[in-house]
Nanobody, 130 residues
Framework: QVQLVESGGGLEQAGGSLRLSCAAS????????VGWFRQAPGKEREFVAAISRWSGGLTYYADSVKGRFTISRDNAKNTVYLQMNSLKPEDTAVYYC??????????????????????WGQGTQVTVSS
């Protein structure tokens, strides 16, 4: 099992930057694919970004954040990061980190699906003011 703790959220002005961190417990964190999702008030939770397991050579982004957000992982620190630049008011949401692991290979579409991830953090609030 793995436990996830998000940090780095806060209040930022439009155009600013924030870096979210997702710290995981356990010695085998590199085995987990990791995704970031967000949920705004009154809306469904949506995919933001994901990174493949092991070296994290594959990354995936929602169209709404492509070119502005960057996901990365540091397996030595058991941490995945989400660097968010050029923030917009519509980025305001609770951001959740999620992790999943399985024996079989992932298809590209798997990374975008909530059902891929069996472990979830409690979330961190990001608020972007205009």
């Amino acid at each position: 099992q793995v436990q996830l703790v998000e940090s780095g959220g806060g209040l930022e002005q439009a155009g600013g930057s924030l870096r979210l961190s997702c710290a995981a417990s356990g010695r085998t964190f590199s085995m987990y694919a990791v995704g970031w999702f967000r949920q705004a008030p009154g809306k469904e939770r949506e995919f933001v970004a994901a990174i493949s397991r092991w070296s994290g050579g594959l990354t995936y982004y929602a169209d709404s954040v492509k070119g502005r957000f960057t996901i990365s992982r540091d397996n030595a620190k058991n941490t995945v990061y989400l660097q968010m630049n050029s923030l917009k008011p519509e980025d305001t949401a609770v951001y959740y980190c999620a992790a999943g692991s399985r024996i079989s290979a992932y298809s590209d579409s798997d990374y975008y699906q909530m059902r891929t991830y069996g472990y979830w953090g409690q979330g961190t609030q990001v608020t972007v003011s205009s």
